[in-house]
């Protein structure tokens, strides 16, 4: 008879551990507390625009590629590499930089503001190549059932990187370029992870080698909702149920193992494993009552920073402007340095905006385009009151307006705000920090909430708060050590 897991959770990372378990030959049911897939991965759609949520491009295309490969299947979508990668603004200059993979290309970009940029780049390349070569098969892609087995894997790295653990990501980018836009836009990816520049470790500076030389960055054809969409239909075919509307609130357990899953409706689901897809710190916290992770230990842990996205719809087109920009202002480090914890920094705020509509015509009407916008924020333990939220907005749109010439604020026909207290309420992100807990080395591999209960001995958990870290390859590595988890529990 099929062993029956049920996974609470139909993020990433519980649809696809959900399709590896089924193709293992395991009898797999997903809960899940919203109407529809995805968690953050998701997507609005309003006033004929189509808009996505959360990620709007992905990295590591390989360990998609792995997964399809490992559950028997072709990818259920179909991804664009970009190329560009993205463009760069300052609020003080006209000038826009457009990051390409082609290192001449690229270099030309600062052949004014760092003229040796392309041999500086080289060299810092190198080094994050070997981060990455030397780290990700050892420390990221790893169960470890143990702090101390952490700390043994750790002890068998080239220990020429140790310096780099003593080091923030700015640190490690100042010691190899000198102009200050050089220096920004080359720690800007440290943002993707939540946090800042200044306060996330050197030892992610690996990203930089695979943002430019491993892999690039990819769209997907018709929206980042269609990962979804093609993975639900897999999990259907495979004989996986999807319940919607279902919100764990407690565990039954005998015997050191869970029993049953209790939902809002006071209904138990039982099945031999579970697999959670929340939040893996709170819910261990506020469903299992854990006193490592009270409401007050839960505050003191390092958590990524809010986000106020916001998703705009427009009755014209705007060729002048690129599928992924990132504004920057003049006060980088100033502003790096408040934005986790002041609310008046969104005063000058940076922010990011993608034109899905770009090459994905059928997300906006004709002659439309459907602007998505991110902007980095205090979380819900910084700043609880959102009511200025059109406030910001408001300057934002102002500025972007000012960035690329021409005035939007009169064309917009579709306007929808998330500030914080959304991303909280409809994904349960712990005070609405966006990417959950952060990269800080207290945080990472085995000093992480581990992806196997300490006390259920058929409880697991998967997603960006677990092993291996946030993001959407991240997610899919999840699932990878998240099964493997189950599977060998059942051996």
Request: proline fraction near 4%.
């Amino acid at each position: 008879m099929k062993k029956h897991v049920i996974i609470a959770g139909a993020g990433l990372g519980g649809l696809t551990t959900a399709l590896r378990l089924a193709k293992r030959g395991f009898e797999v049911e997903i809960l899940e507390k919203n109407e529809r897939a995805g968690g953050r991965l998701n997507q609005v759609k309003k006033d004929g625009f189509t808009f996505d949520t959360g990620p709007s491009f992905f990295s590591m295309s390989y360990e998609f590629k792995e997964f399809a490969d490992d559950c028997g299947i072709e990818l259920p979508f179909e991804f664009v590499e970009l190329d560009p990668l993205y463009t760069v603004n300052f609020s003080n200059s006209p000038k826009t930089y457009t990051l390409y993979k082609d290192l001449d290309k690229l270099a030309a970009q600062f052949a004014e503001e760092e003229p040796d940029f392309k041999e500086k780049f080289q060299k810092y390349i190198r080094k994050s190549g070997q981060l990455y070569n030397d780290t990700v098969d050892k420390v990221i892609k790893t169960n470890f059932d143990s702090k101390l087995g952490y700390l043994l894997t750790l002890a068998t790295v080239n220990p020429v990187h140790l310096p780099v653990l003593m080091k923030t990501f700015w640190k490690q980018v100042e010691q190899y370029f000198d102009s200050a836009q050089a220096q920004q836009i080359v720690s800007l990816i440290a943002f993707f992870l939540g946090r800042t520049p200044f306060d996330t470790s050197a030892v992610y500076s690996l990203l930089s080698h695979i943002e430019f030389v491993n892999d690039g960055y990819y769209n997907v054809k018709g929206g980042m909702y269609q990962i979804v969409e093609g993975l639900v239909k897999e999990l259907k075919m495979a004989g996986v149920k999807l319940n919607y509307n279902i919100e764990i609130k407690e565990v039954k357990e005998l015997n050191g193992k869970v029993i049953a899953l209790v939902d809002q409706n006071g209904k138990s689901w039982k099945a031999d494993a579970f697999v959670i897809n929340a939040d893996a710190a709170v819910f261990r916290g506020r469903v299992l009552k854990r006193k490592k992770y009270s409401e007050e230990k839960l505050r003191k842990m390092k958590w990524t920073m809010g986000y106020l996205t916001f998703y705009i719809g427009v009755n014209k087109k705007l060729p002048q402007v690129h599928h992924h920009n990132y504004f920057l202002g003049t006060n980088y480090k100033d502003y790096s340095l408040k934005v986790l914890k002041q609310p008046d920094t969104l005063e000058k705020p940076y922010y990011y905006v993608n034109v899905v509509s770009k090459h994905n015509p059928d997300c906006a009407p004709e002659g439309c385009e459907s602007l998505f916008f991110v902007c980095p924020v205090p979380n819900l333990l910084y700043k609880r009151n959102w009511d200025d939220r059109d406030k910001i907005v408001n300057s934002i749109l102002e500025d972007f307006s000012k960035r690329i010439g021409e005035d939007i604020t009169g064309s917009i026909v579709s306007r929808t705000i998330y500030t914080p207290l959304e991303w909280e309420k409809h994904f349960n992100l712990y005070e609405g920090s966006g990417l959950g807990l952060s990269h800080h080395m207290s945080q990472i591999g085995g000093f992480r909430p581990a992806n196997k209960d300490e006390d259920l001995n058929n409880l697991f958990y998967v997603g960006a708060s677990t092993v291996p870290g946030a993001g959407l390859p991240m997610a899919v590595i999840s699932s990878k050590l998240t099964t493997q988890r189950v599977t060998e529990y059942f051996e």
